[in-house]
């Protein structure tokens, strides 16, 4: 098979997996703006979604629907528009973003985090709402009204408690298993509460897609290719990422595909990182020339980037 230029990668990317463009101005935001002050003027997000195929009314409609959400928030100086991320959101992106770039290695110490919200004296929107912040935090619901992480974070339950005005009104309660108790084998449990073959058919084909790229001459992209497949890159990551439960190690297949897709995202960003972010602190520039060059925790990436 015929060995693809960068330029025919991505004409074939955004043809064959055209990304949704409000999907995409988040990525954007939480991969390339936060770490230069989180704001943008809408001249530069222009700039930074035409390679895209985004075009003014459609990152206009975005925007907007962002900003309704509450995860960004706009203002006006004269005719000019900026949008910034929210206060209140920013813990939610750097939370997500968080998880991307660390790697996939989460150890079992043996206990569960435990969320018993049976009987307990929820609304049905409070419950439904609770219910699909859990899930998408990897918590398996494994009795009625009880869901189960072998590796929950405290302070992420406590976010989503706190946000959703849930707080007293169930148990968190960590738990581990009773010694010399006959009990079912662990796998079993990790089976039935966590369906992993989307998951490890979403990480293959990243792999596949993106694994080419490991054969191209990373030194001789031009900053704007550069920050088109940066942005792809975390783009597809973020997606399969987001149906990872982020179970300990010890409690997946093994060979867990998470593992080699994580190694591939950091070879190909770490490559391709100093050159993406000239075209984002660019672009950024041209509107508002006090944009600040990254923050430390930018060059943290990955492990560490040069």
């Known amino acids: 098979m015929k060995q693809l230029t960068c330029s025919e990668w991505i004409g074939h990317f955004l043809a064959s997996e055209p990304p949704r463009s409000k999907s995409l101005v988040m990525t954007i935001f939480g991969d390339a703006i936060a770490p230069h002050g989180g704001t943008a003027w809408l001249g530069s997000l222009i700039e930074l979604l ?11 409609t975005s925007v907007f629907r962002l900003a309704q959400e509450g995860w960004l928030r706009a203002s006006r100086e004269r005719r000019r528009s900026s949008y910034a991320i929210l206060p209140q959101a920013l813990p939610r992106f750097e939370r997500a973003y968080r998880r991307i770039y660390a790697p996939l290695e989460v150890h079992w110490d043996g206990n569960w985090t435990l969320v018993l919200a049976a009987g307990a004296a929820l609304e049905a929107p409070l419950r439904a709402a609770l219910r699909k912040e859990l899930l998408w935090e990897g918590y398996a619901l494994v009795s009625a009204g009880v869901f189960g992480h072998p590796a929950g974070d405290p302070e992420v339950l406590q976010d989503i408690l706190t946000r959703l005005g849930a707080g007293g009104k169930l148990f968190a309660v960590s738990a581990t298993a009773l010694p010399n108790v006959a009990g079912r084998p662990m796998p079993e449990l990790v089976g039935e509460g966590w369906n992993l073959s989307g998951v490890v058919q979403g990480y293959q084909q990243f ?3 993106f694994e080419p790229l490991l054969a191209v001459d990373t030194s001789q992209l031009a900053p704007e290719q550069a920050f088109v497949i940066r942005t792809l890159l975390i783009h597809a990551y973020r997606r399969v990422q987001l149906h990872d439960p982020m179970l300990p190690v010890e409690l997946l297949p093994d060979p867990w595909p998470g593992a080699r897709a994580y190694e591939l995202a950091r070879a190909l ?3 391709i990182h100093a050159a993406a972010d000239g075209h984002v602190l660019a672009a950024l520039r041209r509107e508002d020339e006090h944009v600040p060059l990254a923050e430390v925790s930018f060059f943290q990436r990955f492990g560490g980037l040069d």
């Open 50 to 60: 035409a390679p895209f195929g985004v075009n003014d009314r459609l990152l206009r």
């Open 207 to 209: 792999i596949d897609r």
């Open 269 to 271: 960003y770490r490559a």
